[in-house]
């Protein structure tokens, strides 16, 4: 069965730090991953996510996430943060096309200047 | 730019009582989920559906949750009676299905069910 860990519930991070964001990722087959992000009181927004083809990708507001199979991995990254991405981070996988998504427990990431 | 549209945003219930959310997908989009998500928790799946069709409600909670989603157009997830541990956000999220589905999900701004 599928199953996502995201290695840090917390992370604090000065303003225009560079910032990772940890996920592992447990399945027997070929994965499709996602990064979605969570402002208070609202729904979640699609960050990034790896279909297949180029395992770095690159998504919205500066973010990118590199998979890697031999590791089961798929951390997010972004270069410089702002205040303003102070959010919930949430890592997920579905296993195939159509199929629902499975979701880590989050990393609450807060920026301060 | 087309959104999932979810009411009522907040609701407060007594505990025993019923309550229902209703959820308005993006227009052709075939699949359908209802997650809850508990404070602190990533979301969990509920109830799935492809069309009019539940795909998995493995998860959903049958002797007090039900989720129709009759013309295969908008949905209603409805909790009877309602319960303590209970409270949580409830998100609706809609996809094209099938291998549009991994263009990912659009998720609703969600309804706080708040149990007291």
């Known amino acids: 069965a599928q199953s996502v860990t995201q290695l840090d519930s917390q992370v604090p991070v000065f303003e225009e730090a560079p910032v990772e964001l940890r996920c592992n990722y447990s399945?027997?087959?070929?994965?499709?991953l996602f990064w979605y992000v969570q402002y208070p009181n609202q729904g979640l927004q699609l960050l990034l996510k790896?279909?297949?083809?180029?395992?770095l990708v690159k998504g919205i507001n500066g973010f990118e996430a590199e998979f890697n199979k031999s590791q089961t991995s798929f951390h997010l990254r972004k270069p410089s943060v702002h205040i303003s991405d102070t959010a919930e981070y949430f890592c997920?996988?579905?296993?195939?096309?159509?199929?629902?998504?499975?979701f880590g427990k989050g990393t609450t990431l807060s920026v301060s200047s | 730019e087309a959104e999932v549209a979810q009411s009522p945003r907040y609701k407060i219930t007594e505990k025993s009582q019923a309550v229902a959310f209703w959820c308005d997908p993006i227009?052709?989009?075939?699949?359908l989920y209802w997650y809850r998500q508990i404070l602190g928790q990533g979301p969990e799946l509920l109830v799935q559906?492809?069309?009019?069709?539940?795909?998995?409600d493995s998860q959903l909670p049958k002797d007090r949750f039900s989720a129709e989603r009759l013309k295969g157009v908008d949905s209603t997830l409805k909790i009877q009676p309602a319960e303590l541990g209970d409270s949580a956000m409830y998100l609706c999220?809609?996809?094209?299905?099938?291998?549009?589905?991994?263009?990912?999900?659009?998720f609703g701004s969600g309804t706080r069910l708040t149990v007291v």
């Open positions: 997920a996988v579905s296993e195939k096309a159509g199929t629902a998504l499975i």
């Open positions: 559906f492809q069309d009019e069709s539940v795909v998995d």
């Open positions: 399945s027997s087959v070929s994965v499709y």
């Open positions: 999220a809609s996809s094209l299905g099938g291998v549009g589905a991994n263009y990912g999900y659009t």
């Open positions: 790896y279909l297949s083809g180029s395992t």
């Open positions: 227009s052709g989009h075939a699949t």
